[in-house]
Structures are given as structure tokens and as C-alpha cells.
């Protein structure tokens, strides 16, 4: 696939690229963006009231989660779930150093995120604006590409160079996303070079990271490893991300074996929500609480989100969606905590 080439303006934004602030100091630190709320409730059946969506991210957020993606701006017709997302981040509570982040397809889609910030006042109760970051979104394969969007990768990359441009302007962060980054669910096995070439391309574009989709979940550590290593030819791993798809139950040891690989940045989602429209059988992302739970005790250092609190979180969402929680560190805390208000109880007699 021959990939546009965007010259000037790639080398002028790639001069200017935001970085990623909310790592800390320490090289072991792993940043979780929690999807939930956008890539786990774009998946789920039946349309979600406001309140709940605003709650969902005020939970994540005092439960130290740091980056949540909170929304999308794309076309109801396609992804009704995401209707009311001018009203989720409009009344959702912003913590100061968080990064709250909505779903860009398109220059309509900037155009009415740009509407909503131009209508925002601060005030001592919401001094911070409704998001300070956008996601782009493209594919390593063009059926899927297709599917998604309408368009084909090529010209995907050619509509987001002015989307991009504006947001960076208006000093938006801008990630990139690219899906089926292991297998296509219409066309099977990526080139894992075309998943390098189109990061490079998001890159040079101005995003401050691409992350890694794996829609379908079919990736394998085997699979994982060979692609990131492949992409890192192109991109310096610092500015990577991984994003699991749990289908086949390898969502955690993926993670693991991308933070093996060199990256610090994974996607997940509370009470594992989601699954993937255009492939039958998959599931959400892998679970937060898996990713948590795994990276106890580890090199990893997640400790600034509270695993209890998320857990409470994955109950209280999959309750009010009447699904079942797929976590399963979710659902064994559960039984542990059941057990031990079972002693306790018999202690006291
Ligand atoms: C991109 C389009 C809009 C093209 O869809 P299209 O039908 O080609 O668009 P169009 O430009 O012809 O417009 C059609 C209608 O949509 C409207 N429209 C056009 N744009 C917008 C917009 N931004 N917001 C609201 N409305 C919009 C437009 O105004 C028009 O309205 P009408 O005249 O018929 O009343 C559509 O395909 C779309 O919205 N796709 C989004 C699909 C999506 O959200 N997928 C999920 C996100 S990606 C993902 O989940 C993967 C990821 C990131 O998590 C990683 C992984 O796991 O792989």
C-alpha cells in the first residue's frame, strides 16, 4: 500500500509534538488508559444514559485512574452508544492532572468538539476544559478500514492530516489508533510493515503516540512480540501503546509481553466492557483489574490506581448494563470479599 507522504506539515507538527505528562519519573511506571467508558460502552447493547456514562468516569477517576477515554465524536448512525457525548464530558468532573480524551473520525467531528469548547466557561467548580486530547483512528487492514469508516487506510491518513493540524493548534493531544494490528476479521493476517508504516505515518502526522489495536484479539505473545519489535524499526517504543482485545484469554499476557517488548502505555478497560462489532465472538478489552492485578508485586508500577475501587467499579457497571463482568480478578475479589464476610460473621457468633 503506498501511504501519502505528508511532507511540510508532518515536519513542522513532528517539531512541536506534545509527550506524553502523565508517566512518572520512574521508567517502570505503566500508564493504563482506561477505555471503558469509550471503546467497553460503544460495544455494549442498548443505549446508555448520560448519567451513568458521567458517573462511570467520575468513579475511574477517584479511583486514581489518570487517562480516560471519555467519549467519541462520531456519527450516531453508526455508533449510537456514543450519542451524548457533548454532554458526557460537558458535566463529567475533570481532575486537573488528567487526561481526558474523545474519539475523532472526521473534520465534522472536530468541528463539533470545537463548537462544545468554544462554549465552555470555566467556573471554580469545573476549571478545566471538557477533554485536552482527541483520538484518531485508522487500520492495518483496508476492509476493516471499510467497515469502520467508510474510507479506505490511504485515504483515512489524508483526512486526518488537517484534523490533526487544527487540534495541535488549539493545543489538543492528539493519539493515534490503529486496529487489526494481528488479523483482520474480512482479511485475516496483517503485514505487520504496513502496521509500522502507517505508525510512522501517524506519527510524522503529529499524534504523541500510536497505540496498537488488536480489534479481534487473536494476537499471541509470539505474534505481539514480532509486531511491536517490527514497529519499533520505525517508531521509538516510548511513543507506542498496547491495546487487547481478550478474546482468546491472552489479554493480560499480551500486555505483559508488550511491556516486555518495551512499552509502557496499555489500553484497558473496567469489568473487561466492550467487544468488536465486525467479528463475531470477540470480546471487550482485556479487563483493567486483569492488568492491575498481574502487575502486583512486578518491575510494573501501577499502584497510583486502586485495584479495590476498580474492581467495585467493573461490579457496579456490568450491574447497571445487566452484563456479565468478565473480569477476572473482577469476580474472584468479589468471592474473596464474600468469604471473608462469611467468617467474619462467624467470628462474631
Ligand atoms: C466516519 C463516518 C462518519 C463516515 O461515515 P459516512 O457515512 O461515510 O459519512 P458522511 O460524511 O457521508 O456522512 C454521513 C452522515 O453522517 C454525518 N456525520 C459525518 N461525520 C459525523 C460526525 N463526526 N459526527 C456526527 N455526524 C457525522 C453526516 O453529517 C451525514 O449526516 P446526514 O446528512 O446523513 O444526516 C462514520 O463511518 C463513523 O462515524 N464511523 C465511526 C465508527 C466508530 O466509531 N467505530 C468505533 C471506533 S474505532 C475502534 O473502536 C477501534 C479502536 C480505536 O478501539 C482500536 C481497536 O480496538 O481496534
Known amino acids: 500500500m503506498i501511504i501519502p507522504r505528508t511532507s ?16 512518572c519519573s520512574s521508567k517502570n511506571v505503566v500508564n493504563i488508559v482506561e477505555v471503558g467508558p469509550r471503546d467497553g460502552l460503544q460495544n455494549e447493547k442498548g ?25 467519541s465524536f462520531v456519527s450516531p448512525k453508526w455508533v449510537p452508544q456514543m450519542a451524548g457525548t457533548a454532554e458526557v464530558i460537558s458535566q463529567m468532573e475533570r481532575l486537573p492532572d488528567n487526561h481526558y480524551a474523545v474519539l475523532v473520525p472526521n473534520q465534522k467531528g472536530l468541528d463539533n468538539l470545537f463548537t462544545l469548547l468554544d462554549s465552555y ?23 476493516f478500514s471499510r467497515a469502520n469508516t467508510n474510507i479506505s487506510i490511504a485515504d483515512s491518513l489524508t483526512r486526518f492530516v488537517p484534523v490533526v493540524r487544527a487540534a495541535l493548534e488549539r493545543n489538543l493531544r492528539v493519539r493515534g489508533y490503529i486496529s487489526t494490528v494481528i488479523s483482520c476479521p474480512f482479511s485475516g493476517q496483517v503485514d505487520y510493515k504496513q502496521v509500522r508504516d502507517i ?11 500510536v497505540s496498537l489495536g488488536d480489534t479481534v484479539g487473536t494476537g499471541t505473545p509470539a505474534s505481539v512480540a514480532e509486531m511491536v519489535e517490527e514497529v519499533k524499526k520505525s517508531v521509538p517504543v516510548e511513543n507506542l501503546a498496547g491495546h487487547f482485545h481478550d478474546t482468546f484469554g ?58 479495590e475501587k476498580i474492581v467495585d467499579i467493573g461490579w457496579w457497571i456490568s450491574e447497571k448494563l445487566a452484563r456479565e463482568n468478565t473480569s477476572r480478578a473482577g469476580r474472584a475479589v468479589k468471592a474473596r470479599r464474600l468469604r471473608e464476610a462469611k467468617q467474619a460473621e462467624k467470628a462474631k457468633l
Do not use: W
Open 250 to 307: 491472552t489479554g493480560v499476557v499480551n500486555v505483559l509481553t508488550a511491556l516486555q517488548h518495551g512499552i509502557r502505555t496499555v489500553d484497558s478497560s473496567v469489568g473487561g466492557l466492550g467487544g468488536c462489532p465486525y467479528s463475531p465472538g470477540a470480546t471487550g478489552n482485556v479487563a483493567t483489574e486483569d492488568v492491575l492485578y498481574a502487575l502486583q508485586g512486578s518491575e510494573y508500577d501501577v499502584s497510583y490506581i486502586d485495584l
Open 47 to 71: 443505549v446508555i444514559p448520560v448519567d451513568v456514562k458521567v458517573e462511570l468516569i467520575n468513579r475511574l477517576g477517584s479511583a486514581g485512574t489518570r487517562y480516560i477515554e471519555s467519549g
Open 8 to 23: 511540510i506539515i508532518s515536519r513542522t507538527l513532528r517539531a512541536g509534538r506534545l509527550h506524553h505528562t502523565t508517566s
Open 121 to 143: 466557561t470555566p467556573s471554580s467548580s469545573q476549571p478545566n476544559p471538557p477533554v485536552n486530547e482527541i483520538a484518531i483512528f485508522t487500520a492495518a487492514s483496508d476492509a
Open 199 to 209: 505508525a510512522k505515518e501517524l506519527m510524522d502526522m503529529g499524534c504523541y503516540e
